[in-house]
T-cell receptor, first 109, second 112 residues
Framework: RKEVEQDPGPFNVPEGATVAFNCTYS??????FFWYRQDCRKEPKLLMS???SGNEDGRFTAQLNRASQYISLLIRDSKLSDSATYLC??????????FGTGTKLQVIP | EPEVTQTPSHQVTQMGQEVILRCVPI?????FYWYRQILGQKVEFLVS????????KSEIFDDQFSVERPDGSNFTLKIRSTKLEDSAMYFC??????????FGPGTRLLVL
């Protein structure tokens, strides 16, 4: 099983749609979790941290399920500017960080 | 807003040559990282650095690689004898007390 696994997509959705991404991780001792977005040929940029209780930032909602070892990202009311690759990132708590392969989102007018 | 900077933005080198990639992390951050991303592939962790020593490294980070924080501001990645497969984007990141990492814009390395 890959350490951090994501559906690569692409997810093609119309503007205004709601889209959800999942990510699974293999190390049950993982400590912290993040969603980053990466635009083509650019650096990853932090979108949001993921907390056990779930957290929301505007149109974005992240959830963590430790028992099943997955995290999710929900994007509501998709905008054209949301088109990017979304990276699931897991930190084992000892400064070792693992990225998923990313899920590509294309929002269509 | 403080940001991580990296130089050079692009580097072309011949196979077997040494390269040094430079990063200036955010000034009050404590943890520093190097990652690489081969074109079309995922971001791969190379090494983390804390308190002037390596805290974790991946299998990729072999004896050809070294890191240094020579002067308290710069953080460098050296590749001693580059190979064709070292061609990639190299990202530096720094992390403070919030445990979130901020990435630099990357150095695109091409080994010919």
């Amino acid at each position: 099983r890959k350490e951090v696994e994501q559906d690569p997509g692409p997810f093609n959705v119309p503007e205004g749609a709601t889209v959800a991404f999942n990510c699974t991780y293999s190390n049950s001792a993982s400590q912290s979790f993040f969603w980053y977005r990466q635009d083509c040929r650019k650096e990853p940029k932090l979108l949001m941290s993921v907390y056990s209780s779930g957290n929301e930032d505007g149109r974005f909602t992240a959830q963590l399920n430790r028992a099943s070892q997955y995290i999710s990202l929900l994007i509501r009311d998709s905008k054209l500017s949301d088109s990017a690759t979304y990276l699931c990132v897991v930190n084992d708590g000892y400064q070792k960080v693992t990225f998923g392969t990313g899920t590509k989102l294309q929002v269509i007018p | 807003e403080p940001e991580v900077t990296q130089t050079p933005s692009h580097q072309v080198t011949q196979m077997g040559q040494e390269v040094i990639l430079r990063c200036v992390p955010i000034s009050n951050h404590l943890y520093f990282y190097w990652y690489r991303q081969i074109l079309g592939q995922k971001v791969e962790f190379l090494v983390s650095f804390y308190n002037n020593e390596i805290s974790e490294k991946s299998e990729i980070f072999d004896d050809q690689f070294s890191v240094e924080r020579p002067d308290g501001s710069n953080f460098t990645l050296k590749i001693r004898s580059t190979k064709l497969e070292d061609s990639a984007m190299y990202f530096c990141a720094s992390e403070g007390y919030t445990k979130t990492q901020y990435f630099g814009p990357g150095t695109r390395l091409l080994v010919l």
